[in-house]
């Protein structure tokens, strides 16, 4: 179903609770690496190259997300931003939003995890994405649907990329996308502790291996 066929709503969809709900998820993702181990070995080159593609994700994704919020940041839900990044996916920042995800399942050194969590995070996003669109569609109208017509949802296209001459953004939400982008840079260490607990006994063996 296309955007422009959803009903119009007048409240913008709960970015608060969209926040929550995904570090929520975070977090029991972060413990179910308790009860998992990958199956390449620390040390070995499939887990090495496993871990160096998912901190160059990890860092694809806090790169784009800030990229992003210099177009949209202090106007999210206020004017219709169409340019940049926002001119090759009408979702950029959940699209590396849920790169990062993927990164952190390869950080992990598991296929599997990454495969599960870049899913998850894709359904999560294209329901708040389906939600925004609702009120987008109710306060622009015409000039939405005409933007969602020629603009991929989430995939971004960059043969469709246009940009402005000059471009204003916000100090305020640049700095608060740094510091959420710290929460995926973050996972590495934790992973790695993981696994140094688990290498020396100080951690419970796992019960379930992932590939």
Excluded at 52 to 76: D, E, T
Excluded at 91 to 111: D, K, M, Q, R
Excluded at 117 to 134: H, P, Q, Y
Excluded at 163 to 182: C, E, M, V
Aim: proline residues 5%; aromatic residues 16%.
């Amino acid at each position: 179903m296309s955007y422009a066929s959803l009903k119009p709503v007048t409240e913008a969809f709960a970015q608060r609770k969209r926040l929550i709900f995904v570090r929520a998820a975070a977090v029991l993702a972060v413990l179910l690496l308790f009860l998992t181990k990958p199956a390449l070995s620390e040390g070995s080159n499939g887990h090495e190259t496993l871990e160096f593609l998912g901190f160059c994700l990890v860092l694809a994704c806090v790169a784009g997300r800030l990229w992003s919020i210099l177009y949209v940041g202090g106007k999210k839900n206020e004017e219709l931003v169409s340019t940049g990044p926002f001119s090759i996916s009408q979702n950029p920042l959940y699209f590396f939003s849920t790169v990062g995800a993927v990164g952190i399942g390869l950080l992990y050194g598991s296929l599997v995890a990454a495969v599960a969590l870049g899913v998850v995070s894709f359904l999560i996003f294209r329901f708040t994405a389906r939600k925004e669109a609702e009120y987008l569609l109710g306060k622009f109208g015409p000039a939405y649907a005409a933007y969602i017509k020629a603009t991929p949802r989430f995939w971004p296209n960059p043969l469709l990329y246009r940009d402005d001459d000059q471009l204003q953004f916000s100090p305020r939400a640049l700095k608060r996308t740094f510091f959420d982008g710290l929460y995926f840079l973050a996972i590495f260490p934790v992973i790695e502790l993981i696994e140094y607990f688990r290498h020396t006994g100080l951690l419970f063996p796992a019960f379930i291996t992932l590939y």
